[in-house]
């Protein structure tokens, strides 16, 4: 649908606020969540609550954003999952990388 469409793509880009991917991050459409996940311009907090989606690939994501912090990056290695993308995240302490 068209709404949907527009959506997808304002969640790629990387001018849209970090409110309004916090709005579409909430967004139904697993695409729209996933974009949202992927683009730098998505805050921490955002980022945070996306790591906790349902999809392992928007999880998977979140691991990879430069802009995720540190203590959701840690909670990904308590699970061990993501453990590759973690320790490639520029945000990753070296404390959690031990």
Do not use: C, M
């Not at 916090?22 to 974009?35: A, G, I, K, P």
């Amino acid at each position: 649908n068209k709404k949907s469409n527009s959506e997808k793509e304002e969640a790629s880009l990387e001018t849209t606020s970090p409110e309004r991917l916090d709005y579409l991050s909430q967004n139904e459409d697993y695409f729209v969540r996933l974009r949202v996940a992927r683009n730098n311009n998505t805050s921490p907090e955002t980022l945070s609550q996306l790591a906790k989606d349902e999809s392992i690939f928007i999880q998977r994501s979140v691991a990879i954003n430069p802009h995720t912090p540190d203590n959701t990056l840690r909670q990904f290695v308590f699970k061990k999952i993501f453990l590759k993308e973690v320790a490639g995240n520029r945000n990753t302490s070296e404390e959690t990388l031990r």
